[in-house]
Structure formats: structure tokens, C-alpha cells
């Protein structure tokens, strides 16, 4: 049965109006479904000039040719139960990779005087952060820092491209980090000043003064493209887009009012500018991203492909309702006007959407840089309150579990992760108890603090025989 689909919604605004004034920097899936997205609507809704320049550093060069070779122009398919509503996104006026056209192209972009705004989808590790500060250690932040001209990093390159703008004069810019970090316009700033700070004092100064660094919380289920969703997608459009990405119709942005010049009028498509972010970051870092973390690592291990299969485990779905009420929303502080259970429903329904076909897999890469925030801060609240945290234990354990690389049934199950080399060498030297407590002392993932706490490692260690002893399912039904 094909999808009923409605016909594309083509971007109605001048294109040749469009100036380069945003440069999205880690232009990939999530930004073309959400940062784009919104930013279309925006051009649709005003006669405004705001045009973007899609940047990637490392990979995806031939991916930008392949969207210059149509312009810039990409679809975007809504995927629900109803069907596939399709959208043009044309707010794209020109690509740049760092390889491909060399940095000096990118550094005098970034320098340029008529450039407004800098919005960032580097993912976390993306940021080179220890804790809350640029970790000065990384490899590739010192290779930056030894060669400041010739940067490789997204921070070196941020940096060296504020330095040329602070020498030509040109005004300060804003850098809007949409990457699932709390606080992310903070530990952003807090990276660039870091940086700045090994190199020139006037440096800092100059981005601490004109620069701004606002906070977003970003939302958007979007799944990597797979050959069936190519398909998909060139079935209703009736001709194929290889720039094309489909994401469910849900989307949210809410950003910090602060800006160091213009502001898009983004709000015009739906984002919300707020004096304070933290509270709309962390709801939903912690019940959307927290119960994909959990559903990812221990759905994995029990053989679920997607999130959608998940939810069709009636353990599975009771879990990531319970982890969301019980274990994540008491360590909030909910935003005015929130239902929290309203919210939780709408994240499980969100789940279940069954054309989105999430990967576990997908979700569970770069673990040692998202479960901090997403299940070890709301841990930590609880060993402050006495307050249990069984599916939470369960979910850290769960990924101990899936970084042995199999599941189960001795599936593989990859491990995408900065920290892969390392926890495949802890993996390969013991199990059980050992092993746990060698990755109880990773202090990138796990800091000094929680390990030491003999409730925390006791808690983890428990959750990890069990799952072991009577499999994922049975211990979750257990904690239920
Ligand atoms: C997911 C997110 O891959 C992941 O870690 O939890 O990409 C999630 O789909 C988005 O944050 C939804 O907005």
C-alpha cells in the first residue's frame, strides 16, 4: 500500500534576493530537517534576505556538490501515519566544505562583515569538551592551538575566523549552537574563550564583548536516510532527491533571546525566543533523549531494530513511560505552562510513530558523550534526594552491556564512539564486576564524584548482573 502523499509545497520567496548571512556549520540530516526547516518557513513568511551557506569540515563533501548540482534546493517529508507531506527547502544559497575548497574559502566566510549568524549541528563531541571546558588534551585541539592558521577542529576554525573578523573590523557575530548539550550557547562560548585564551588575551576579549552565544533546546526525530527511505521518498515525489531527508512532522526550537546583531524572525515559524532555555533543554534532554539512551542500549541488546519496535514491547514502552515520570521528570525544573505527562505521552506516541524507522543503533552512538547529561545528571540528583533510579541503573548498565558489541542473540551491535578504542580494550580484558568498575573509572564519561559513591557503583554493578543473569527483558519487567 503507498503512502497517501500531498503534493510538494515548493519555497514561494525569491531565492535571488537571498544574501549569505547564516553559515550552518555540521551541515547534515538534522539540520536540513530542523534548522532548515524552520528557516524556510521563516523566507516564506517574510520579504527577508537571509540566505545560508551549508558548510561541513571532514566528511560529506561530495554530498554538497550533489546539492549545489541542484541548487541548494532539497525536499523535506513529513512521515506519519497518515502519510508523507512534502516540502521544498530553498534557503540554501551556496555550499562550502573545508577540504573540498580549501579553509582560506570558509575562514574569509566566517570573516565576512554581512555574516549575522553562526548556527552549529557539530554533535557533542563535536564541541571538544572535558566537563564543562575545552578539553586542552584533544588531540585535535592541540594540533589546532600548535598550527592557529591551519585548524582542523570546528572550534579552531571558529576561532581563527572571529581572530580575521576582530582584524578587518567587521562587527560580532552570533553562534547558535542547536546540539544536545545543556547549556549549549554556554559551554560553546566556553570553548571558544578556552581556546581564544591560549592564544591572544585580546582575542577573548573581543568575543566576550561583541560576540553572542545564545542557548537552544532543538527537537526533531530524524533518522539517517537509509535506501528505503530514498525510495520512500522518491516514490512520492515522483523523481529522486539524493539531498532529500524525511523526519516526522513534529518540530521545536526554542532559543535564547540574545543576539549580537539582527535577529531571523524565526519565531514567525514557530521557534520561541526566551529569556531562559535550561528548563525547555533539559525536559527534554532528559525524557526525550534520556528514554532514547535507554531504549537504544537495552532495546539493542534485546534485538529491537528500531524505536518503533520498542515501543511495540509492552516492557519496553511501560519502561520508557516510567523512566520519563518516575526518574526524569522529578529532577526538573518544568518550564511554565508544561504538562509533563502530557509531554511524556506525546514523546511515546512520537516513538511509536512506525514509518520513522530509528535505529537503536543510530541512537546509541557517541554514548560516552551523551549519557552525562541525559541519565548521570538526573542520577546524581537522586543520590542527592534518596529518590531510586532503577531503569536509570538499568540503561548505564544496558550500555556497559552493548559496548561487549553483541546482543543477546550474539547480533553485532556497533559502537560508534570517540572512546571506542579504549572501551573495546576494557571489554576485551574482563567481564562482570571488572569490567564494570573499569568503566566506572572512565572520568570523561562518569567524572570522579558519582564513582565514588559506593550506592552509585553498587546500583550499576547490581543492574549489570542482572541483565546478564536474566536478561534484559525480565529484569526491566522486574524494576516496573
Ligand atoms: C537521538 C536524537 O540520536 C540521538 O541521540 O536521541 O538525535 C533525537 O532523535 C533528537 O534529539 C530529537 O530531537
Not at 555550499?95 to 554581512?114: K, V
Not at 555574516?115 to 594540533?143: F, M, N
Request: hydrophobic content about 40%; overall charge negative.
Amino acid at each position: 500500500m503507498s503512502d497517501p502523499t500531498s503534493a510538494i509545497q515548493e519555497s514561494p520567496y525569491d531565492r535571488s534576493a537571498l544574501r549569505p548571512r547564516i553559515l550552518h556549520l555540521g551541515f547534515g540530516a538534522f539540520a536540513k530537517a530542523h534548522v532548515m526547516a524552520f528557516h524556510d518557513d521563516m523566507l516564506r513568511r517574510t520579504s527577508g534576505d537571509w540566505g545560508v551557506i551549508a558548510v561541513r569540515l571532514h566528511s560529506g563533501a561530495d554530498e554538497l556538490t550533489q546539492l549545489d548540482e541542484a541548487g541548494g534546493v532539497f525536499t523535506v517529508g513529513e512521515m506519519s501515519g497518515a502519510g508523507l507531506h512534502l516540502r521544498e527547502i530553498g534557503c540554501v544559497t551556496g555550499t562550502l566544505h573545508a577540504r573540498r575548497d580549501g579553509l582560506p574559502a570558509l575562514l574569509s566566510r566566517i570573516a565576512d562583515p554581512g555574516l549575522g549568524v553562526i548556527t552549529l549541528t557539530i554533535t557533542e563531541k563535536g564541541y571538544c569538551l572535558s566537563g564543562s571546558a575545552l578539553d586542552l588534551a584533544h588531540d585535535g585541539i592541540r594540533e589546532d592551538l600548535a598550527n592557529p592558521e591551519a585548524p582542523r577542529t570546528a572550534i579552531g576554525i571558529l576561532a581563527q575566523g572571529l581572530a580575521m573578523r576582530m582584524a578587518t573590523g567587521a562587527p560580532g557575530v552570533t553562534i547558535l549552537s542547536c546540539d544536545n548539550l545543556p547549556a549549549n550557547g554556554h559551554l560553546c562560548r566556553r570553548a571558544l574563550l578556552d581556546y581564544a585564551g591560549q592564544l591572544d588575551p585580546k582575542l577573548t576579549e573581543w568575543i566576550e564583548t561583541v560576540c553572542r552565544f545564545p542557548c537552544s533546546m532543538v527537537d526533531r526525530i530524524t533518522p539517517a536516510m537509509t535506501q528505503a527511505s530514498r525510495q520512500k521518498l522518491e516514490a512520492a515525489l515522483g523523481r529522486p532527491d539524493p539531498n532529500g531527508i524525511l523526519c516526522e512532522p513534529f518540530r521545536q526550537w526554542v532559543i535564547e533571546d540574545s543576539f549580537a546583531g539582527e535577529r531571523p524572525q524565526w519565531d514567525l515559524a514557530g521557534a520561541q525566543f526566551v529569556a531562559d532555555v535550561a528548563p525547555f533543554e533539559e525536559m527534554k534532554l532528559r525524557l526525550l533523549n534520556g528514554s532514547h539512551s535507554f531504549l537504544a542500549y537495552l532495546g539493542a541488546l534485546a534485538d529491537k531494530e528500531t524505536i518503533s519496535d520498542c515501543m511495540n514491547e509492552p516492557v519496553l514502552k511501560s519502561a520508557a513511560q516510567k523512566l520519563m515520570l518516575d526518574e526524569q521528570a522529578p529532577t526538573l525544573e518544568v518550564p511554565g505552562g508544561v504538562d509533563i505527562p502530557g509531554y511524556a505521552a506525546d514523546l511515546i506516541e512520537r516513538f511509536s510513530n512506525p514509518a520513522l524507522q530509528h535505529k537503536t543503533t543510530q541512537i546509541a552512538s557517541d554514548g560516552s558523550q551523551k549519557l552525562p547529561q541525559r541519565l548521570l545528571a538526573p542520577i546524581r540528583h537522586h543520590l542527592g534526594t534518596g529518590r531510586p533510579w532503577p531503569l536509570s541503573a538499568l540503561a548505564v548498565a544496558g550500555w556497559m552491556h552493548y559496548c561487549r558489541g553483541a546482543s543477546e542473540t550474539s547480533a553485532a551491535l556497533p559502537l560508534n564512539d570517540p572512546l571506542a578504542e579504549r572501551i573495546r580494550s576494557i571489554a576485551g580484558q574482563s567481564d562482570g564486576t571488572g569490567y564494570v568498575d573499569t568503566l566506572l573509572s572512565l572520568t570523561p564519561v562518569f567524572g570522579d564524584e558519582l564513582p565514588a559513591s559506593q550506592d552509585f557503583a553498587d546500583k550499576i554493578r547490581s543492574a549489570y548482573d542482572d541483565i546478564g543473569s536474566r536478561g534484559v527483558i525480565n529484569s526491566i519487567a522486574a524494576s516496573l
